[in-house]
């Protein structure tokens, strides 16, 4: 629980102006997230897959 919001938001903006944003470190970061997304098959092989029945409905939600 934060019980000095003032100190945390200081802290919050002194660390963002001394650290400065390595680009190849993010860009290492979110390949590798994307990696153990696929590893968890968070994606969808055919992603539009079953989009016909989510127009139908949504045709029907929004008709009403």
Known sequence: MIK????????????????KPDFYKNLKIVEEL??????????AKDPLRGIEIDIIVAKVINCA
Not at 8 to 14: A, P, S, T
């Open 4 to 19: 000095n919001a003032d100190l945390l938001k200081k802290f919050e903006n002194n660390l963002k102006k001394e650290a």
């Open 34 to 43: 994307h990696k153990e997304a696929l590893m968890l098959k968070v994606f």
